[in-house]
């Protein structure tokens, strides 16, 4: 079974930078993409980035555009999450996805989801 642990999630003042990561263990079938999600209680799981199975292809959501960026380290099964310019409105739990397409099927899998507090 496929597990992400994220980590490097804290307090930070707005303007500072922090990078998250996210080590996967266990076997998944099929071409798996992995992206970024943050959460504020009481709200929806927002969209943030993602990266291609080939790391070819990245996208952001505009609100993180030019800030973060996302990368990934095979060798390591870990996933990135390099963010500068921090401002009060990133603070939320960050969690990574993996999706995994194998024919027509496909499977998720969470992590548990990391802190960040940015204060102004």
């Known amino acids: 079974q496929v597990q992400l642990v994220e980590s490097g999630g804290g307090p930070v003042q707005a303007g500072e930078s922090l990078r998250l990561s996210c080590a996967a263990s266990?076997?998944?079938?099929?071409?798996?993409?992995m992206s970024w999600y943050r959460q504020v209680p009481g709200e929806e799981r927002d969209f943030v980035s993602s990266i291609s199975s080939s790391g070819l292809t990245t996208t952001y959501a505009d609100s993180v555009k030019g800030r973060f960026t996302i990368s990934q380290d095979n060798a390591k099964n870990t996933l990135y999450l390099k963010m500068n310019n921090l401002k009060p409105e990133d603070t939320a739990i960050y969690y990574c996805k993996r999706t995994c397409t194998y024919g027509i099927s496909q499977q998720y899998f969470w992590g548990q989801g990391t802190q960040v507090t940015v204060s102004s």
């Open positions: 266990g076997y998944s079938r099929g071409a798996c993409a």
